[in-house]
């Protein structure tokens, strides 16, 4: 884990990242968006690409007693600052590759993929691995606050471990997770955010 490129840049910026954005306008945006996804209040989400836990803080605020969250992020310092400031019994954190989850099958009623999308290599591989996590009919969202110029801008002049990573367009995307298995729903790639919607479609 720790030789992974990525996973070394997040670890390095791990203890900065939350500095770099009001905490409460971005608490209030991400409420405001998951009001709009529907997330219901009992739903089992996995939360991939978790960083410091500003989205499974956002679910935890939605979530009943009887959900639950399972965290996944690369980077073991992104795990460890979430941890310090979330601690619920609803939350499972695993330091793992998006590609390979250490959750069984058809777990899940939804998978977020908040401002990950980008930095992953093999993104049909990543599809797959999210479907088969989901339950018959479960929900994916490929989702950013941000639009796609600025995310790509911000990468850009990044470090190098993330630099080449940028968000295609909606359509791509939403191409992609179509040939993967997933039933595509709601694409939005404008001047605010970007957002691809898809249900898992049954074998």
């Not at 499972?92 to 977020?112: F, I, K, T, Y």
């Not at 691809?196 to 479609?201: E, G, R």
Request: glycine share 8%.
């Amino acid at each position: 884990m720790s030789q992974d490129p990525r996973a070394e840049y997040f670890d390095g910026i791990a203890d900065q990242w939350d500095g770099w954005e009001c905490q409460a306008s971005l608490a209030a945006r991400l409420a405001a968006g998951l009001e709009e996804l529907g997330i219901a209040a009992d739903e089992t989400v996995v939360d991939v690409g978790c960083g410091t836990g500003n989205l499974t803080r956002a679910l935890l605020d939605r979530l009943s007693p009887a959900g639950r969250i399972f965290a996944v992020d690369i980077s073991p310092r992104m795990i460890d600052v979430a941890r310090a400031k979330v601690s619920d019994p609803r939350v499972e954190w695993h330091c793992a590759d998006a590609r390979h989850l250490p959750l069984p099958d058809g777990v899940a009623h939804r998978v977020l993929c908040y401002s990950v999308w980008p930095h992953f290599e093999d993104r049909r591989g990543v599809a797959r691995e999210l479907r088969r996590v989901l339950r018959p009919g479960g929900r994916l969202h490929v989702w950013h606050l941000l639009p796609r110029a600025r995310i790509n801008e911000i990468h850009a002049g990044a470090g190098a471990a993330v630099r080449g990573d940028l968000l295609a367009p909606g359509a791509e995307t939403a191409a992609l997770l179509a040939d993967q298995g997933f039933d595509v729903s709601t694409v939005v790639d404008d001047r605010e955010r970007y957002l691809v919607s898809a249900s898992k479609v049954e074998a």
